[in-house]
């Protein structure tokens, strides 16, 4: 005999599906995006990017792209020959503007910021985009994975990939795989 409820329980909505690091052997991902730093400063920008795959990551010679809200598409970096990113190991870009890279010790720095509205990706060598986050509103251009992430990050706030478990997700849609923090 079955019962009957009047009332059926309530669940959470379903979760999107998350990509195990276990999926991929090499596996790269941005994981956080500053674009403005806890003093409010504008050139306090950084970018991580994580290999959440099983294997170390050749990444020599991958580029760091970014778009305007206009569309205007300019190189951040590209990352030097000889360089690789072990399992579960990030590789951290800042603009070298008033120190800053210095500041957080990134291993990459140049004189490029990033601003609201705006998208970046990490490319291949040949082109190919492992990797893209749009934040904010009227993109234009292919660093987006399928919808925006709505909001530009505030003063002291960065976009951090969510987890679960310890497992960064990556479900191809910027707006569910990241949150402001």
Known sequence: SSSVSSSPPQSPPPSPPVVSSSTFATHIVISRVQITGGSGKADEDSIAITNIGTEAADVSNWKLRKRTKSGTE?????????????????LVWATS???????????LSSTQTLTDNSSIAVLRPDGSIADALAWGNDHTGPFIETA??????SCGQALIRRGNGG???DTDNNASDFEVR
Do not use: D, R, Y
């Open 148 to 153: 925006a992430f709505p909001q530009n990050p």
């Open 97 to 107: 503007k008033n120190g800053f890279a210095q500041t957080v010790s990134a291993a």
């Open 74 to 90: 300019s190189s951040i970096k590209v990352i030097p020959a000889e360089t690789t990113l072990l399992p579960g190991s990030q």
């Open 167 to 169: 497992e960064l997700q």
